[in-house]
């Protein structure tokens, strides 16, 4: 270490083990607790990211979803592409289906959701839809004349209860009439109720294929298939497999198709997320700020002796900016355990968001961010104060 | 050894002008104890922060050791204080969180001593002034002449060649200031160090060598003393 180093290091840890303690415990919390609000909210939309992947995986895409060629309306011969794909090393399985618009009414109350048509067994292997169902049952293979509903569609029978417009609370074993883009209106029996608290899901209703391409008059057909495989994340790749083994259709990723919707989400979050850092920051920079100046404006005289004794001033600043390090050294520590209690406290119990429990993730980059935000705030707080201070002509200083 | 000529200090301007240092030219020579005397207000202080390089003057010339002291930066004042001054003040000015023995070294330290030499050269210093036994000791725990030769003993750890004090014994008792004086006069005796010390008590008188005595920012007499007499006119 150099000399003046040495010397501002040996000042600053005899003002800090013999200073005032209680005033250095307090700083060292307020720090602390700056440095987990630096990063609890974060790590708390990172678990909302995360638990909303893997719902768009779990109820709403699979992995990848294959779409009809440019210019054309279905995937034709699905069956035959259906088998292709299933047979492709890390494929797990695949779901043709339909979409369609279509409109519901029971008793007077009309809707528009989207109508999925889908094999209940296939369905089965790809999502977990058949996992939420909360009232009745799954579709079968063989259902013609069933429908399973999402819980926001089923509507509560108090409507100001709705969040979008509903059947006004209807339940498994009651009928509703359905009419067709063709202007085909049949009778389904509510055959089962979801509830995946996923809002996408839970607003739609489901058919067999087999009974919507008897409605439409077609056949071997799909508008999508939904493809699961073996492991997340290496979708990219999964891809460049598919179209090897020659697969022409339009091949998404699951986080393509949620892109617009994940974006708004993260952007929203990021924008609370900013606001809450700056003001946590602020916060630092202001309690290690008048901390540091208080301690050198009482330090007046002193100082003006130290700088009249032959200590430069550059010695003084780095000093007090060792001691300023030191608080951050501590706070970021302190902080560090007391985030993480709360985050094992939280990942037991997790928080229940709309979309399910949210347990924080805490990333290594979130961490080194705040670690050097506060680490360049104590810097900046410990340097002005000391800085000024220490500006002033010594005999200024020693008169007080 | 110092060297002043025509030092004037003026503080504000026009008709609220203050004239503290007055046209002051001096000469101070290797080893001599000097008293600067006068009634308050009459520049004493102002002339010792010239000497201890504290302040500038409007005007005039100061040399200390050869260097013309006017041409340093802040930088080189500062390392000229720590290596060449040594300086009393009249309220001891110790860092209450050192010891004894860490208010004494802490120059030694900037001057890049280790810490062997730090307290080998302090527990010398702390023996000169008799509180080696009191050198893991905070200020708060010494009374006040203890700890004004605590503050003696910072001065003179670096060995500089003039020590100033500015009214060292204002704020002690008799026998104390006493003790101070004898101390002091006893390093100058031993170590050959220049002092200049500003002292408004008439009692001071008979410890120093030579009594320079100000009023209205000038210097009224300037007098060689041997115990307590005159031996020549300046």
Same mark, same amino acid.
């Given at each position: 270490?150099?000399?003046?180093?040495?010397?501002?290091?040996?000042?600053?840890?005899?003002?800090?083990?013999?200073?005032?303690?209680?005033?250095?415990?307090?700083?060292?919390?307020?720090?602390?607790?700056?440095?987990?609000?630096?990063?609890?909210?974060?790590?708390?939309?990172?678990?909302?990211?995360?638990?909303?992947?893997?719902?768009?995986?779990?109820?709403?895409?699979?992995?990848? @979803?294959?779409?009809?060629?440019?210019?054309?309306?279905?995937?034709?011969?699905?069956?035959?592409?259906?088998?292709?794909?299933?047979?492709?090393?890390? @494929?797990?399985?695949?779901?043709?289906?339909?979409?369609?618009?279509?409109?519901?009414?029971?008793?007077?109350?009309?809707?528009?959701?989207?109508?999925?048509?889908?094999?209940?067994?296939?369905?089965?292997?790809?999502?977990?839809?058949?996992?939420?169902?909360?009232?009745?049952?799954?579709?079968?293979?063989?259902?013609?004349?069933? +429908?399973?509903?999402?819980?926001?569609?089923? =509507?509560?029978?108090?409507?100001?209860?709705?969040?979008?417009?509903?059947? =006004?609370?209807?339940?498994?074993?009651?009928?509703?009439?359905?009419?067709?883009?063709?202007?085909?209106?049949?009778?389904?029996?509510?055959?089962?109720?979801?509830?995946?608290?996923?809002?996408?899901?839970?607003?739609?209703?489901?058919?067999?294929?087999?009974?919507?391409?008897?409605?439409?008059?077609?056949?071997?057909?799909?508008?999508?298939?939904?493809?699961?495989?073996?492991?997340?994340?290496?979708?990219?790749?999964?891809?460049?497999?598919?179209?090897?083994?020659?697969?022409?259709?339009?091949?998404?990723?699951?986080?393509?198709?949620?892109?617009?919707?994940?974006?708004?989400?993260?952007?929203?979050?990021?924008?609370?997320?900013?606001?809450?850092?700056?003001?946590?920051?602020?916060?630092?920079?202001?309690?290690?700020?008048? &901390?540091?100046?208080?301690?050198?404006?009482?330090?007046?005289?002193?100082?003006?002796?130290?700088?009249? +004794? =032959?200590?430069?001033?550059?010695?003084?600043?780095?000093?007090?900016?060792?001691?300023?390090?030191?608080?951050?050294?501590?706070?970021?520590?302190?902080?560090?355990?007391?985030?993480?209690?709360?985050?094992?406290?939280?990942?037991?119990?997790?928080?229940?968001?709309?979309?399910?429990?949210?347990?924080?993730?805490?990333?290594?980059?979130? &961490?080194?961010?705040?670690?050097?935000?506060?680490?360049? @705030?104590?810097?900046?707080?410990?340097? &002005?104060?000391?800085?000024?201070?220490?500006?002033?002509?010594?005999?200024?200083?020693?008169?007080? | 050894?110092i060297k002043g000529r025509?030092l004037?200090?003026?503080?504000?301007?026009?008709?609220?002008?203050?004239?503290? #240092?007055?046209?002051v030219s001096v000469q101070?020579?290797?080893?001599?104890?000097?008293?600067?005397?006068?009634? !308050?207000?009459?520049?004493? !202080?102002?002339l010792?922060?010239l000497f201890?390089? %504290?302040?500038?003057p409007? !005007?005039g010339s100061l040399?200390?050791?050869?260097?013309?002291?006017?041409?340093?930066?802040?930088?080189? *004042?500062?390392?000229? *204080?720590?290596?060449?001054?040594?300086?009393?003040?009249?309220?001891?000015?110790?860092?209450?969180?050192?010891?004894?023995?860490?208010?004494?070294? #802490?120059?030694?330290?900037?001057?890049?001593?280790?810490?062997?030499? $730090?307290?080998?050269? $302090?527990?010398?210093?702390?023996?000169?002034? /008799? %509180?080696?036994?009191?050198?893991?000791?905070?200020?708060?725990?010494?009374?006040? /002449?203890?700890?004004?030769?605590?503050?003696?003993?910072?001065? #003179?750890?670096?060995?500089?060649?003039?020590?100033?004090?500015?009214?060292? $014994?204002?704020?002690?008792?008799?026998?104390?200031?006493?003790?101070? %004086?004898?101390?002091?006069?006893?390093?100058?005796?031993? %170590?050959?160090?220049?002092?200049?010390?500003?002292?408004?008590?008439?009692?001071?008188?008979?410890?120093?060598?030579?009594?320079?005595?100000?009023?209205?920012?000038?210097?009224?007499?300037?007098?060689?003393?041997?115990?307590?007499? #005159?031996?020549?006119?300046?």
């Amino acid at each position: 270490m150099l000399d003046e180093e040495k010397v501002a290091f040996f000042l600053a840890s005899r003002l800090i083990a013999r200073g005032n303690k209680g005033t250095l415990a307090l700083t060292i919390m307020i720090i602390a607790m700056v440095f987990v609000n630096l990063i609890f909210l974060p790590s708390i939309i990172s678990g909302v990211v995360v638990l909303f992947n893997q719902q768009t995986i779990d109820y709403s895409y699979g992995n990848l @979803v294959i779409e009809p060629r440019s210019n054309q309306i279905y995937i034709e011969n699905v069956d035959q592409l259906q088998q292709k794909i299933t047979r492709i090393p890390g @494929v797990v399985a695949s779901s043709p289906r339909y979409t369609a618009g279509a409109t519901i009414v029971h008793k007077g109350k009309s809707t528009t959701p989207l109508l999925y048509a889908i094999n209940p067994d296939d369905e089965k292997q790809v999502l977990k839809i058949y996992t939420k169902i909360i009232s009745g049952d799954y579709l079968s293979p063989g259902d013609t004349d069933q +429908i399973v509903i999402g819980y926001q569609l089923a =509507g509560n029978k108090d409507e100001k209860a709705d969040r979008i417009p509903s059947l =006004g609370g209807v339940d498994v074993g009651q009928t509703v009439d359905v009419t067709f883009s063709n202007g085909v209106t049949r009778q389904y029996r509510i055959k089962g109720i979801i509830n995946s608290n996923s809002f996408s899901v839970d607003s739609n209703a489901y058919i067999t294929k087999n009974e919507l391409e008897s409605v439409l008059g077609i056949s071997n057909r799909a508008r999508q298939i939904l493809v699961r495989t073996q492991t997340t994340g290496n979708e990219e790749a999964m891809r460049t497999t598919l179209m090897t083994y020659g697969v022409q259709e339009k091949i998404w990723t699951w986080e393509e198709k949620s892109a617009d919707f994940l974006a708004s989400i993260v952007g929203s979050f990021d924008i609370i997320n900013l606001i809450g850092n700056i003001v946590s920051l602020i916060i630092a920079v202001v309690v290690i700020f008048i &901390v540091i100046f208080i301690n050198t404006v009482y330090r007046r005289k002193q100082i003006g002796i130290l700088k009249a +004794i =032959g200590i430069d001033r550059s010695i003084i600043i780095k000093s007090y900016i060792f001691q300023a390090l030191f608080i951050f050294f501590c706070g970021t520590l302190a902080g560090g355990v007391l985030l993480l209690l709360v985050l094992q406290y939280l990942t037991a119990s997790p928080l229940v968001f709309p979309g399910g429990p949210v347990a924080p993730v805490l990333d290594t980059f979130l &961490v080194l961010r705040a670690i050097a935000s506060l680490l360049a @705030v104590s810097l900046i707080a410990g340097y &002005v104060p000391s800085w000024l201070t220490t500006n002033e002509d010594i005999l200024s200083a020693i008169r007080g | 050894m110092i060297k002043g000529r025509d030092l004037f200090k003026i503080y504000g301007k026009g008709t609220v002008e203050v004239r503290a #240092l007055d046209g002051v030219s001096v000469q101070i020579d290797r080893g001599e104890f000097i008293g600067v005397m006068g009634a !308050s207000g009459s520049g004493k !202080s102002t002339l010792l922060h010239l000497f201890g390089l %504290l302040d500038r003057p409007t !005007s005039g010339s100061l040399s200390i050791d050869g260097i013309d002291v006017g041409m340093l930066d802040e930088r080189g *004042r500062t390392l000229f *204080r720590l290596q060449r001054l040594g300086y009393v003040f009249q309220d001891y000015a110790l860092v209450p969180e050192l010891t004894a023995e860490e208010n004494v070294y #802490l120059p030694s330290m900037v001057r890049g001593m280790t810490s062997r030499e $730090c307290s080998r050269v $302090c527990g010398e210093i702390l023996t000169l002034v /008799g %509180l080696r036994d009191r050198r893991h000791h905070f200020p708060g725990e010494m009374s006040g /002449g203890e700890q004004q030769r605590v503050a003696i003993a910072r001065a #003179l750890v670096n060995k500089p060649s003039i020590i100033l004090a500015d009214e060292p $014994c204002a704020n002690l008792d008799t026998q104390n200031s006493r003790n101070i %004086l004898e101390l002091i006069k006893r390093l100058n005796k031993e %170590l050959g160090q220049t002092i200049v010390m500003v002292s408004h008590e008439e009692w001071h008188k008979k410890y120093f060598d030579r009594i320079i005595y100000m009023s209205d920012g000038k210097i009224l007499t300037d007098d060689h003393q041997e115990n307590g007499h #005159l031996t020549e006119p300046v």
